[in-house]
């Protein structure tokens, strides 16, 4: 493979203009000088207690993820770009959403196949035919982002239920801000601290009843969930209270919380507990996480849950690769975020190029997240590729494939030095009532191995601070 | 056939729930062949029935109740004329292509076996209609109906086809399982049945679409089609989705105990039809 595209050097060694006094600081600090700094990072992560938990390992213990000091640095028109095409993303998905739980017409003008939507485990029949409040379904959005050239961005993934990770976002910026003052007084670095003033706006812009002063709550599946720091961590930001299943109660459709001052009245909750689990009555009845009744306020329209419920109709990777018919069916506008191609294996001429090419692939679950259950063709041994082909034949519907994308680099903090792996980028937008809200930036990851390309936290990814430079 | 239901349910908790709420799928609507003539719904305590019509077109009651509750008790209790329509459903709530009803549940996962059932069943027959019937002798001569037990739920198709027994409840996940593996949309359905060799009960069967005629009702513990002895009450996916009361404590550690009673005296059951002999 070709060298992927540097975000920092070009080709010929010269250093691109957004990178030239980063480029120049680095080269001036001493290896151990750098060195010192990460170790000083990792001292303040792990004493704030910033951990999450990877599941399916055999002691699953909480563990850092790594923090890579040097910043990646995005310029104003970059993002402006970037952005634009984020909102054009989400607001369609929004639309989307909505469509399939009530007039359905994506489905009548034959532009997404039935099975995607009635098939699909992530559709929650409870939703038709139930309106949201302001009709908005994704309030809060993760759409990760990749770079293969100058000029080319594309959307790998959308994440319309819970996406997670801001809280890195934000305690990447307040450590960076800490450990390298000298860095920001010499770049125009646009803020991300306001990220908690905007998703507070936002969730309350999102009251059922247009209450003024409405009441916010995070749901957590608690303590035991791997994201329960960020949690945690958001609702200290948001100054708001964080409650389990248990703390809620219902009564003639309204949603309790339970205070040492008696029953506080909630009106919007931002639940970061999967479909499944909210509400033992409506769906798992095994489940202990969630708050009997609770679909039952929903669907009367006492209380706003973000993100609704049943978004996951439109993230799976199946459904990814109809978003660019999907925004021009519904927006009647060209995307102005690409797709990378996708071979939906669940359509048989697919399948069948498909399997003929799975050394050159990236082969993914419908519903996977995480890195999990993922084959990577050049990565992969004969051994690797012949067991994942048996999966694949299988059960070729629940598979997509992707060529494999020459993500950018970055310059990376590692044992040898400073040098390029590869990045990912996944952004947050805010959809409220009033308006989309984008800080500028988003979570970057880093494959902190040489030449992987796996960018998950839970297979060893990092993280690094992201700079939007102000014009 | 005119038919009286008394249904009675009761939930208790042990210990008493600080706040109790549950749901209620306990009331069945007209359709071509099915008139309700008179239903009401009676719940002690005392509380506020918040109806709402559910995904499927079912209504649905919610309500709470503030504790300390020891026991709630529901009492459905109503007449409703039917007509036998040889099983097949015309004029009811349906707010759902037939091709959701494709989906499978935890409830209605098929195994090996119940595949094998299945496919079994369409080598011998060729047409839908013909598949189902299959599919509802193979499912009734390949089990045993037993009478289901209070606090009892329904068992997973896979599960009541390897015990080569199960509650109609249970008995119809297996028709449902086999029936949408062979791309067949399938659905569980509650309500009472009423026969002349079997006391009166409260029951649940299976329906699935045949093109060009429409949803048709399988009843693999009896192995018949419903007659007018048959009251539609709901559907879904599965048993889970249809249960006539649904209800858990606001703390985890209560548990409920359900025990359905069921009534259907002879004298209500006379053949007026017609005519308007509505009394009682």
């Known amino acids: ?418 040098a390029p792996r590869h990045v990912d980028l996944r952004p947050f937008i805010l959809s409220g009532s009033d308006k989309v809200r984008i800080v500028p930036g988003g979570l970057t990851r880093v494959a902190m191995k040489e030449g992987s390309l796996v960018v998950n936290s839970s297979q060893g990814g990092g993280t690094k601070d992201t700079w939007v430079l102000d014009a | 056939m005119r038919v009286r239901v008394r249904h009675e349910i009761t939930h208790r908790f042990e210990p008493a729930a600080r706040h109790a709420i549950a749901t209620l799928r306990l009331t069945p609507r007209s359709h071509v062949g099915q008139h309700i003539l008179r239903w009401t719904l009676d719940v002690s305590p005392d509380c506020r029935l918040m109806p709402e019509e559910d995904a499927f077109g079912n209504t649905v009651h919610t309500f709470s109740v503030g504790g300390p509750v020891e026991t709630i008790t529901v009492i459905a209790e109503g007449d409703v004329d039917t007509q036998d329509t040889t099983g097949v459903i015309a004029g009811s709530a349906e707010r759902f292509p037939p091709s959701l009803f494709l989906r499978q549940t935890d409830m209605t996962q098929p195994d090996a076996a119940i595949m094998k059932l299945a496919d079994a069943v369409a080598t011998k027959a060729t047409t839908p209609l013909d598949r189902l019937h299959g599919l509802m002798v193979a499912v009734h001569e390949g089990t045993t109906e037993t009478a289901p037990e209070a606090d009892a739920t329904a068992i997973a198709a896979g599960k009541a086809l390897a015990a080569g027994e199960g509650t109609a409840a249970s008995l119809t996940h297996v028709f449902i399982s086999a029936a949408r593996h062979l791309k067949l949309p399938a659905r569980q359905v509650s309500g009472y049945a009423v026969m002349a060799d079997v006391p009166a009960a409260f029951r649940e069967w299976a329906e699935a679409h045949v093109p060009g005629i429409g949803w048709v009702g399988f009843d693999c513990g009896k192995n018949v089609c419903p007659s007018d002895g048959y009251v539609r009450l709901a559907v879904g996916l599965d048993s889970l989705a249809v249960a006539p009361m649904l209800s858990t404590g606001s703390r985890a550690e209560n548990t409920a105990v359900a025990r359905d009673f069921f009534q259907s005296p002879k004298s209500g059951q006379s053949q007026q039809q017609g005519q308007g002999q509505r009394q009682e």
């Open chain 1, 1 to 418: 493979m070709a060298r992927a595209f540097d975000e920092m050097s070009s080709d010929d060694g010269s250093v691109r203009k957004a990178y030239e006094t980063l480029s120049r600081w680095l080269t001036s600090v001493p290896h151990d000088v750098l060195d010192h700094r990460r170790k000083e990072a990792e001292y303040i992560f792990r004493r704030i207690g910033i951990t999450f938990a990877v599941y399916g390992e055999q002691n699953a213990q909480e563990r850092l993820i790594p923090f890579d000091i040097v910043p990646r640095i995005i310029t104003s028109d970059e993002w402006t770009r970037l952005a634009k095409g984020l909102e054009q993303r989400v607001k369609a998905l929004n639309l989307y959403i909505k469509d399939v739980y009530s007039k359905r017409e994506v489905l009548r003008a034959g532009i997404v196949p039935e099975e995607l939507v009635y098939q699909n485990p992530a559709f929650r029949p409870e939703m038709n035919g139930q309106s949201v409040p302001h009709d908005l379904y994704v309030h809060i959005a993760g759409i990760d982002i990749v770079r293969t050239d100058p000029n080319s961005f594309y959307v790998l993934e959308d994440n319309a239920r819970t996406p997670s990770g801001v809280s890195y976002m934000l305690e990447n910026r307040e450590i960076m801000l800490r450990l390298f003052p000298e860095l920001f007084s010499m770049h125009r670095v646009a803020p991300v601290e306001n990220y908690a003033d905007d998703l507070l706006a936002t969730l309350r812009s999102l009251s059922p009843n247009g209450a003024h002063e409405p009441n916010v709550a995070i749901l957590t599946p608690g303590i035991y969930n791997s994201a329960y720091y960020e949690h945690s961590f958001l609702a200290d930001k948001l100054g708001v209270d964080l409650v389990e299943g248990r703390d809620l109660f219902v009564e003639d459709n309204v949603v309790y919380m339970r205070t040492t001052e008696g029953p506080k009245r909630l009106d919007v909750i931002y639940r970061r507990l999967d479909d499944d689990f909210l509400d033992p009555l409506a769906f798992r009845p095994d489940s202990v996480l969630g708050v009997p009744g609770l679909m039952s306020a929903y669907k009367a329209g006492n209380v706003t849950l973000t993100n609704a419920v049943g978004t996951g109709v439109a993230d799976d990777k199946a459904v990814y690769s109809y978003m660019p018919e999907i925004i021009k069916f519904y927006l009647g506008e060209e995307p102005l975020l690409a797709n990378v191609p996708t071979w939906r294996c669940r359509e048989p001429d697919h399948l069948k190029y498909v399997l003929e090419h799975l050394g050159e692939l990236v082969v993914k679950e419908v519903h996977g997240s995480g890195g999990y259950g993922m084959l990577v063709g050049p990565k992969s041994d004969k051994a690797q590729i012949e067991a994942f082909r048996a999966k694949l034949k299988h059960d070729p519907a629940n598979f997509i494939a992707q060529p494999t994308l020459a993500l950018s680099t970055c310059p990376t903090l590692v044992d040898e030095g400073v």
